[in-house]
């Protein structure tokens, strides 16, 4: 079954699906590597964000073909399990307070589109191909694809990735605002590192509030979501030590020290 490697490079953890040789699927192994990944890194408080990438011509092509045999044969005892546990997965990764980047180097569908999905940001490269594909084979979306896609591509996209079985290169992922960039294949980890980089000399409790805010933004009316932004504005302002460290280090002119990254 597919291995989830783990590599920290000063403040980035990255995770990678490597076994090529299955076009690094998905299966119950998988999941306890992706999990076991998550909890380590939600563990150490030096890490600033988490890269999510494959080796070979695939970042993810969904659920592994042995391990689907075992699911149509017993839906009620293997599928439904698993599925509960790869959406237990996804939603943990995306309410992480780490920001999490999808390297996209090759070939992802179905469930790899709905891991990428799951992601704050994805990087592609050009000759990625983003696909859904439950539908071409007479299978319903099980892990998220079709909630999320509608969120972020909107509705006529993601029913043309859905319902039509639309293929998108990486320049065609930015084009339809799932991915942030996409670059020629040999520059895409530097694309990565550009953004981890970003991300990294920041404050890890206003990142973690940033992002809750932003996650719940589609689905609160905008009063909803201004009486949370206001609650946790207050709350950060009260509880987190960080909160005057950012203009305190401006008014000194130097560097801000975060008391959590």
């Given at each position: 079954?597919?291995?989830?490697?783990?590599?920290?490079?000063?403040?980035?953890?990255?995770?990678?699906?490597?076994?090529?040789e299955?076009?690094?699927?998905?299966?119950p192994?998988?999941?306890?590597?992706?999990?076991?990944?998550?909890?380590?890194?939600?563990?150490?408080?030096?890490?600033?964000?988490?890269?999510?990438?494959?080796?070979?011509?695939?970042?993810?092509?969904?659920?592994?073909?042995?391990?689907?045999?075992?699911?149509f044969?017993?839906?009620?005892?293997?599928?439904?399990p698993?599925?509960?546990?790869?959406?237990?997965?996804?939603?943990?990764?995306?309410?992480?307070?780490?920001?999490?980047?999808?390297?996209?180097?090759?070939?992802?569908?179905?469930?790899?589109?709905?891991?990428?999905?799951?992601?704050?940001?994805?990087?592609?490269?050009?000759?990625?191909?983003?696909?859904?594909?439950?539908?071409?084979?007479?299978?319903?979306?099980?892990?998220?694809?079709?909630?999320?896609?509608?969120?972020?591509?909107?509705?006529?996209?993601a029913?043309?990735?859905?319902?039509?079985?639309?293929?998108?290169?990486?320049?065609?992922?930015?084009?339809?605002?799932?991915?942030?960039?996409?670059?020629?294949?040999?520059?895409?980890?530097?694309?990565?590192?550009?953004?981890?980089?970003?991300?990294?000399?920041?404050?890890?409790?206003?990142?973690?509030?940033?992002?809750?805010?932003?996650?719940?933004?589609?689905?609160?009316?905008l009063?909803?979501?201004?009486?949370?932004?206001?609650?946790?504005f207050?709350r950060?302002?009260?509880e987190?030590?960080?909160?005057?460290?950012?203009?305190?280090?401006?008014?000194?002119?130097?560097?801000?020290?975060?008391?959590?990254?």
């Amino acid at each position: 079954m597919t291995r989830v490697d783990t590599k920290v490079t000063g403040s980035v953890m990255t995770i990678t699906l490597n076994s090529p040789e299955r076009m690094n699927s998905l299966s119950p192994e998988t999941l306890d590597g992706l999990n076991a990944a998550l909890d380590a890194a939600e563990r150490d408080d030096s890490l600033s964000s988490l890269v999510i990438t494959g080796t070979g011509r695939a970042f993810c092509v969904g659920m592994d073909i042995g391990f689907l045999g075992e699911c149509f044969a017993d839906p009620p005892g293997v599928f439904l399990p698993f599925i509960r546990r790869l959406h237990a997965f996804l939603d943990r990764l995306e309410a992480c307070p780490l920001p999490s980047v999808a390297a996209i180097n090759g070939l992802a569908r179905a469930g790899g589109f709905e891991l990428l999905l799951a992601c704050d940001f994805v990087i592609a490269a050009d000759d990625a191909k983003v696909g859904d594909t439950h539908s071409d084979f007479g299978i319903v979306p099980g892990a998220g694809a079709s909630q999320r896609a509608p969120r972020k591509l909107g509705d006529q996209r993601a029913r043309a990735l859905l319902l039509a079985g639309r293929w998108l290169t990486g320049p065609e992922m930015v084009d339809w605002g799932l991915a942030l960039s996409s670059v020629p294949p040999a520059e895409l980890m530097d694309e990565v590192t550009r953004l981890t980089d970003a991300l990294g000399d920041r404050s890890r409790a206003v990142t973690a509030i940033i992002k809750r805010l932003l996650n719940a933004a589609p689905d609160a009316t905008l009063d909803e979501g201004l009486r949370l932004e206001r609650e946790l504005f207050t709350r950060f302002h009260e509880e987190v030590a960080d909160a005057d460290e950012g203009y305190r280090a401006y008014v000194e002119k130097r560097r801000p020290v975060w008391n959590t990254r």
